[in-house]
């Protein structure tokens, strides 16, 4: 079995992360492990800003289709919370140097089609499954990087967040639409 030099993976990882690639690319040959360090960093932010965009439209969007006090309270809670996360995550790319997404992604642009097209009770349970979905998954990110993140802003914003995301995960998990 062959073993991938930092630099192959630096290079790998570059070929799945366009924008991401360029950060890496001045680096990579003098220091490949700061340079790969720093590209899952990098990926990490790109993931948090498209997925902080897709929450907040997804809460637009349950604000609109659902009459359910709960669902509505949620959806306020989610477009203050990741809006003034994405705020802040901004700051922070913006001192490292980094250009962040400023749309979902086209996971999270299916995921909005799907639930476009649902309403009433088939919609609220469809975007509680979504926002359980998507908060596991982002709480999971948030403690990889809050426990092996290398850029110290970027670390610091993991931790400072991992609670409310964690707090949201449960607010979806409470919503109406489960079993």
């Known amino acids: 079995m062959r073993v991938l030099t930092p630099l192959c993976l630096a290079a790998g990882m570059a070929l ?6 360029v950060l890496a ?3 990579a040959a003098t220091q490949p ?34 009459t359910n006090e709960a669902v509505t309270a949620f959806a306020d809670q989610m477009i203050a919370d990741h809006g003034a ?19 979902m992604g086209p996971q999270h642009r299916e995921t909005y089609a799907n639930l476009k ?5 088939r ?10 979905s998507d908060h596991s998954k982002t709480v999971a990110a ?4 809050a426990e092996y993140g290398k850029t110290p802003e970027l670390k610091a914003f993991a931790e400072t967040l991992l609670p409310k995301l964690q707090h949201h995960l449960e607010m979806a ?7």
């Open 123 to 132: 919609f609220e349970a469809a975007y509680r499954l979504a926002m359980v």
């Open 173 to 179: 998990q409470a919503l109406p639409g489960g079993d």
């Open 25 to 27: 690319a001045e680096d």
């Open 142 to 145: 948030f403690e990889q990087q």
């Open 117 to 121: 097209k649902l309403s009433g009770d």
């Open 33 to 66: 492990h700061a340079a790969a360090a720093q590209l899952v960093d990098a990926d990490f932010a790109a993931d948090t800003a498209a997925g902080g965009v897709a929450e907040i439209e997804m809460a637009r969007l349950a604000k609109e289709k659902s």
């Open 16 to 21: 799945f992360s366009p924008g991401a690639a």
């Open 85 to 103: 996360a994405n705020a802040q995550l901004k700051q922070v790319a913006a001192k490292l140097g980094w250009a962040l997404p400023t749309d």
